[in-house]
């Protein structure tokens, strides 16, 4: 597949503004005429603009260091101040990468965001295509759930927050799934990937591995795999499956995270989840409570938190719950187990999956083993 270069990208995005009031509120819709070879039938998109490299150069003092807040495998993250006073984050995608990956990334990016609008996540403000490739977004300024989490020098996330970003992050992805115009599969859910606003309110970012899932479509098949370990549903890790139950055992993790206050994949590489499954299915769930929390939480919805993640990372993705049931059981004080419960062969066949998933995670850390920590994230074909 050949992606557009950085010429073509210039002039996709060249676009005409139509502004008008409606409800004494400003409407603006955006006509990308590129990709419009009829100029009869205009397509309309969102309230995103393309700002000028100029914009962006001085909002950020000249891409200082002092206001990086983020790095990644091929981007970094700027905070900035606009003209008139709007704190935003650049994401600048970085020249050390291949141009083609850079170009798939930035498109599927905007492709996905520029259809999307919910208080969970993240909100696109617009690109810039000058002396680079650039998304800005509004600037969250609690930072990333997993530093709030992590970070041993600030004070400990209390309950409260913890099940008020579970609750939200679970709108969000509900969001995606089902209720958003087009299915949206994330495919790397992680504390990392979710950032928090002034009020603690989770926003889902980070589209840059997400996939359209058209509607009369079940699954994609994907090839090479990507994602972070610790959070890759086994169907997705040994076969390339994925639809939106793979988006449900991240979610599981993420869940297990905000209850352990653990990372997903610990210095021995230990994945979060195998540790925590046989805690979860003996019921003693206060052994895998942060000791952080000095036992201040909400027993009701520890519960709810706690089953919800013993279901979401089930091996089979048949037995995992829709977001819309994850959000009903983290909200129920009552929660009906009985409906959950799984015939005793698949139980049994659980526990093989789960063990061979096991294996071959730990197989690839026994390969990498010379480095101090575990990797982060992973773009392969096969580990089997």
Request: aromatic share 10%.
């Amino acid at each position: 597949m050949r992606y557009i270069r950085t010429g073509s990208l210039k002039r996709l995005f060249s676009i005409k503004r139509q502004c008008f009031d409606a409800d004494s509120q400003q409407n603006c819709e955006f006509i990308a005429e590129e990709r419009n070879k009829n100029k009869n039938n205009f397509i309309h998109k969102p309230s995103w603009k393309c700002f000028s490299y100029e914009e962006i150069f001085i909002a950020t003092n000249g891409f200082s260091p002092e206001n990086v807040v983020g790095r990644g495998g091929y981007a970094e993250v700027y905070r900035g101040v606009l003209g008139y006073g709007q704190a935003i984050a650049v994401k600048m995608l970085t020249r050390a990468t291949n141009d083609e990956r850079k170009e798939k990334d930035f498109l599927t990016e905007i492709g996905t965001l520029g259809h999307v609008c919910h208080p969970n996540v993240t909100a696109l403000l617009g690109c810039c295509v000058d002396n680079g490739l650039y998304l800005i977004f509004q600037f969250s300024s609690k930072g990333t759930v997993a530093s709030l989490l992590h970070d041993e020098k600030l004070p400990v996330m209390g309950w409260a927050i913890r099940y008020k970003i579970a609750i939200g992050a679970a709108r969000g992805l509900h969001y995606l799934h089902k209720t958003c115009p087009r299915r949206i599969i994330h495919r790397d859910i992680k504390s990392s990937n979710i950032l928090l606003t002034a009020d603690f309110e989770p926003q889902i970012s980070d589209f840059g591995l997400a996939k359209w899932l058209p509607s009369q479509w079940t699954h994609h098949s994907i090839v090479p795999i990507e994602g972070t370990f610790g959070h890759l549903a086994p169907e997705y890790f040994m076969h390339g499956v994925v639809d939106e139950k793979t988006d449900v055992f991240a979610f599981g993790v993420f869940l297990l995270e905000l209850i352990t206050g653990k990372k997903p994949v610990d210095g021995s590489y230990q994945s979060l989840h195998s540790w925590a499954k046989p805690i979860l299915k003996s019921g003693e769930i206060e052994k895998i409570v942060d000791p952080m929390l000095k036992g201040v939480y909400e027993i009701s919805q520890l519960e709810g938190i706690a089953y919800a993640a013993s279901l979401c990372i089930r091996a089979s993705h048949i037995w995992r719950p829709t977001m819309s049931e994850v959000l009903e059981v983290i909200s129920e004080r009552e929660i009906d187990r009985k409906r959950w419960e799984m015939p005793e062969e698949e139980e049994e066949e659980e526990k093989g999956e789960i063990w061979i998933f096991g294996d071959l995670e730990q197989d690839y850390y026994d390969d990498i083993s010379s480095s101090t920590s575990p990797p982060q994230s992973i773009s392969i074909t096969s580990l089997v």
